[in-house]
C-alpha cells in the first residue's frame, strides 16, 4: 500500500494561490490513480479531484472547475493540487488517497486516512 503524505497548505487571502503536494514513499507511485478530498468543519468529506495513473485524465468537483488543477510527477513521486482565485468556501483539511477511477466515478481505494493539510482562506 502506497503511503501518501499531504503539504502546502496555509493561510491565505480571497483571490490568492496554493499548491498542495501529495508526496508518495513508496516507489510504485504510478501505478495508483490519487484524489484530493476535502472537509470543512461541520462538513463531510469531499472529493475536490482525481487524476489516472498516466496523467492523462483528470476529474473535479464542479465548484472547484476553472480555479483548480491536478497534476503529477511519476519521478517525484508526487501528486500536486494547484488551487487559484481562493474563497473562504474552500477553508478545509485537504487530503489525497489512492483512487480508482470509472468513466463515471470515483472511489477510494483505501478507507485509510492521513493527517492532511489545512487550508484557510480569510482577510
Known amino acids: 500500500q502506497v503511503q501518501l503524505v499531504e503539504s502546502g497548505g496555509g493561510l491565505v487571502q480571497p483571490g490568492g494561490s496554493l499548491r498542495l503536494s501529495c508526496a508518495a514513499s513508496?516507489?510504485?507511485?504510478?501505478?495508483?490513480?490519487v484524489g484530493w478530498y476535502r472537509q470543512a468543519p461541520g462538513q463531510e468529506r469531499e472529493f475536490v479531484a482525481a487524476?489516472?495513473?498516466?496523467?492523462?485524465?483528470?476529474y473535479y468537483e464542479d465548484s472547484v472547475k476553472g480555479r483548480f488543477t491536478i497534476s503529477r510527477d511519476d519521478a517525484k513521486n508526487t501528486v500536486y493540487l494547484q488551487m487559484n482565485s481562493l474563497q473562504p468556501e474552500d477553508t478545509a483539511i485537504y487530503y489525497c488517497?489512492?483512487?480508482?477511477?470509472?468513466?463515471?466515478?470515483?472511489?477510494?481505494?483505501?478507507?485509510?486516512w492521513g493527517q492532511g493539510t489545512q487550508v484557510t482562506v480569510s482577510s
Open positions: 513508496g516507489p510504485t507511485f504510478s501505478t495508483y490513480d
Open positions: 488517497n489512492a483512487v480508482t477511477l470509472t468513466p463515471t466515478q470515483v472511489f477510494v481505494k483505501y478507507d485509510a
Open positions: 487524476i489516472s495513473r498516466s496523467g492523462s485524465t483528470t
